[in-house]
Nanobody, 120 residues
Framework: QVQLVESGGGLVQAGGSLRLSCAAS????????MGWYRQAPGKQRDLVAI???????NYADSVKGRFTISRDKANNTVTLQMNSLKPEDTAVYYC????????WGRGNYWGQGTQVTVSS
């Protein structure tokens, strides 16, 4: 069984910073990419940032220059450093992993989500 455990959400004032972390565990053979998505109330879940096994990154236009995604391959963790936060960044943030699992093959997995609230 694969688990993605997120941490680091919370309440912050506009202009502040938060750091989200996600640790993947289980019978993981290889991770192709890890990323963060977010979902605000009444809206669809959208990509925030993603990082591949080769280190390539991609960001939503709305967070470019403010958020930084990084990955610790040895520990199967991904981190999202969020700076200059805005009220519109308020959402539930979900960790996602595209990985190859022993006996199960390749699959896509989600964390339980962590709330980020930015007050104005």
């Amino acid at each position: 069984q694969v688990q993605l455990v997120e941490s680091g959400g919370g309440l912050v004032q506009a202009g502040g910073s938060l750091r989200l972390s996600c640790a993947a565990s289980g019978s993981i053979i290889s991770i192709y990419a890890m990323g963060w998505y977010r979902q605000a109330p009444g809206k669809q879940r959208d990509l925030v940032a993603i990082i591949t096994s080769g280190g390539r990154t991609n960001y939503a236009d709305s967070v470019k220059g403010r958020f930084t995604i990084s990955r610790d391959k040895a520990n199967n963790t991904v981190t999202l450093q969020m700076n200059s936060l805005k009220p519109e960044d308020t959402a539930v943030y979900y960790c996602n992993a595209d990985l190859y699992r022993q006996s199960w093959g390749r699959g896509n997995y989600w964390g339980q989500g962590t709330q980020v609230t930015v007050s104005s």
